[in-house]
């Protein structure tokens, strides 16, 4: 057997294709990943959830500093933000967990080839590295190339004064002004960060509302709390331009249905508008790979293309674009791969939202429960009656948990508080186990816990809270 001939080419480093890439080598294949950048992790890693993460608490921290110790008894004099020091933490956070992944490939004995893949036919990947080009061959292909930002006409990303999210993780300076365009996940996290950190932050969104798709009482309470925290919102508002100049950047805004137009100016203008599936370079139309209209790849039941012997996992195959459900797609992949029963259980994908608090959605919103005639009782808790978050002085928000009205199985869940995103994870769980309002309510919760405040909305649920 050649050196570049392999079980399975993945071409794609994120969580998707590294996560594929292990499970694969443990699975007995021998493997290879082709990844463009210099370092493994994907956009997550590199330009997304961690350095994303890694700004959030370092801001969380210095607007608790200034904003709420004096409240605890803890003075400070001569509090200072120091940019540069933020900004190499979390480039340092980032270097460390990239090399983490490296490590992991070379203990799993992947092969790792750094440089740009390309589908010449199928079984055949081209990886391009400067003039170098080198061919490997393999039973398998998975594509796993991800998703960028999605372009905004009239407003063109230079990474400096109008950035998308990279540019946001990566400013030089606080911006004493700052628009979002999209009041989505991005905007709301990478808001909060500057806003945090002492910028003005309007938000400009197309929709009624922020946040799409999220449970509506969860939506009403999170633009509550952000306006209370000092972000401006512009609702069903759209850009239709923006130009950037010396003095900043001035963009052209209209109402969402039409009507007269309007100027704004910002220092700074982030574009966070969604995400498009990442496909370039890869030859698919050459090699007969299917995609829908907005570019994503189509796969069947196992993640196959349109061309046997070559999948696709993660952002570019679409729905919802999160680093978890990549992950879980990648182990699925392989394991199908291998004979095994692969499954991912798309009903029960948690979806989390960093900022302050936090806010998860999981499963099933009132609004869709409606939609579909599906009869469901609602159990509610605020955290002002939960006896950690008060003695934390971190009370807003509560956690609404969403049953069958005839079984009692547990068809939702939607938090907006302290530690949402931890607390959601006992419900995603009882949902994997297709368990009832019933079962979390009789499980025994640490006290004083915030998760205490999710046994409660599920005695809630069936009509037996004890502190409201
Ligand atoms: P990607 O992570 O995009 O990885 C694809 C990789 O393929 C890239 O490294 C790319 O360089 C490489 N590639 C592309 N084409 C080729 C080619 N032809 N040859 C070789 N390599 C190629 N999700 C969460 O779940 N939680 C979060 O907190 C979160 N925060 C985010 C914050 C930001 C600012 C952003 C932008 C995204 C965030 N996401 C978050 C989304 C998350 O990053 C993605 O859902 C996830 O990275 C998708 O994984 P993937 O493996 O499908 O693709
Ligand atoms: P998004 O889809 O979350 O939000 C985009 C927002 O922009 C929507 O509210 C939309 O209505 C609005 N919009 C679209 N066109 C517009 C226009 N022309 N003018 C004004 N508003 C407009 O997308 P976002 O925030 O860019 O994030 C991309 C992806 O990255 C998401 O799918 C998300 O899943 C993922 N992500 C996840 C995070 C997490 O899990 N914590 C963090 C950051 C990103």
Redesign the pocket.
Known sequence: MSDNNFDVII???????YIAAIRAAQLGFNTAC????DTL????L????IP??ALLQSSHHYEMAEKEFANHGVDIKGLKLNLKTMMARKDGVVDDLTKGIAFLFKKNKISHFI????ITAPGVVEVASGKKTETLSGKNIVI????S?SDLPGVDVDEKQIVS?TGA?ALGAVPKTMVVIGGG??GL??GSVWRRLGSEVLVVEFLENILPGMDGEVVKQATRTFKKQGVKFKLATKVTGAKAAKSGVTLNIEAASGGKAEELKADVVLVSVG?KP?T???GLEDVGVQMDKRGFITVDANYQTSVPGIYA????IGGA??????EEEGIACMEILAGQAGHVNYGAIPG?V?THPEIAALGKTEETLKEQGINYTVGKFPFSANSRARANADSEGFVKILADADTDRVLGCHIIGPGAGELVQEVVLAMEFEGAAEDVARTCHAHPGTAEAVKEAALAAIGRAIHI
């Open positions: 071409i794609g480093g994120g969580p998707g294709g082709v990844e463009k950048r992790g994907g956009t997550c590199n330009v997304g959830c994303s993460k440089g740009s893949g390309k796993a190339t991800g998703s930002s999210s993780l996940v991005i996290e990478l995400r990442y370039n370079e890869l996992i993660g952002d570019v674009m999160l680093a978890h459900k990549a989390v960093y």
